[in-house]
């Protein structure tokens, strides 16, 4: 196992991608941005970056919404197993505004094309735009980020990314299993 | 880390196999699912694709439109199998008719039957997912578990568990297939339990269900005790009968009045399975009060049958994929 990031990185990590984002003057015209990361540690990293930007910016804490996409899947039958969904609570609404959709790690673009369909059962954001801890590059899918952390090149399908986050996990880690 | 909780059930037929932690787990899937309903698109994708036998034998319109709509909420289709009209009324066994609407490929039978323990002998001779929507005076699961949905939610907000709860079953015990589905829901997760009704409908051996069971005749002494009373339906078919001499009779000893509930602690919850016989086992401003769940209870059977529809027709996926 190889780290990629420690805590103190990811915190760093998240500190650039929180002064990109607040510096991106198109985020800011109108309507609040808004914040969805999937679950459970897209969430995380949204609340964090959320909180980061409050930081810089001096303002409230922008709106955050989780997403869990176990209903939008598209392996249903291929999976090894059925895990219980923990819910999706956005408790405001999309419509107009613009959303950044947050994850932790960008594979083959799969679990991002699920989360697109589940945001747009929600409203019609003006726009939606990608943040990601973690690009592995290895798209299935026609999708790219648009503030990327840290890229993986490893093209190797044994070889794992393995986020690890508080408090879904107990400690903050990125990991390349080998 | 948290280890994420699977589901490996194809069928759910009774709750009386499930451990605590599946229950759980089923409960937890439907609170989740309980947010699709208040969107103004009322859909996810889940079961896309794949289709839904309703297979009643008998009348139901409210469990049946329930798992119609459960199923179309997870965009699966739905089709009706109507027994009347059906080969059924011409002799073909209940083997036979599964095994031909199977041979249609459907992924999940619903299946309602007046004979303890046909969904079982279903499970064994088809491929697909067997869902119990109630069968003789055995079970009917997701009853069960939308009533331990409803007294979870409503006691959770007041910061209760399930077993710091005491809950009066009242009625028909003998032959409710929602008692006994109720019971080992209630149990598992280690509420108190008391049977309430006429001798005649509570026989005593119920008691060896579970040791938290207790059984009593006497409706108003219980009352002060409890947290939840769960009214079931006076079926009066049974009722006119040997078991008991008149309906007056029975609503007057253990039907929910306005002057009963004055007995009852002040916040106590009241479920009725449906349909109620309003003013018979429960008094009409009783079932329209504040502490009547009734309605609440019809919007979390929704998300419950949900939760049952996709965990087992998901496993079942599974499943099949890996055979």
Redesign the interface.
Known sequence: MQILLDAQHIQQTIRQLAQRVHADASLHNGHALALVGIRSRGEILAQRLADEIARLDGHSKLEVGAL?I???RDD??????????????MNFRLDDRPVILVDDVLDTGRSVRAAL??LV??GRPRFIRLLVLVDRERREYPIAADYVGIKVDAPDPEQKVLV?LRP???EDVVYLQT | ??A?????RSHLLGLEELSADEIL?IL??A??????ST?S?K?????RGKVMVNLFFEDSTRTKTSFSLAAQR?SADVIDFSVSTSSVSKGETLRDTARNIEAMGVDVIVVRHRSSGAPLLLSQCVECSVINAGDGSHEHPTQGLLDLFTIRETFEARGKKISDLHVAIVGDIANSRVARSNIHALTKLGARVTLVGPSTLVPGDMKKIHPNIAIAHDLDAVLPQVDVINMLRIQFERLTSAAFPSVREYSRFFGLTHERLKLCRPDVLVLHPGPMNRGLEINTNVADGDHSAILRQVSNGLAVRMAVL??CV??N??A??LA
């Open positions: 869990d176990t209903m939008y249903l039958s291929t999976r090894a197993a059925i895990t219980i969904p923990q819910g999706t609570e369909d589940a059962d929600f690890r879904t996990d107990d | 880390m948290t994420e909780r699977t589901w490996t787990s937890d899937t609170q989740s699912l309980k947010e699709v969107r698109i859909k996810v994708p889940a079961l997870l996709y965990l998901g496993a996926s599974v099949r994929n």
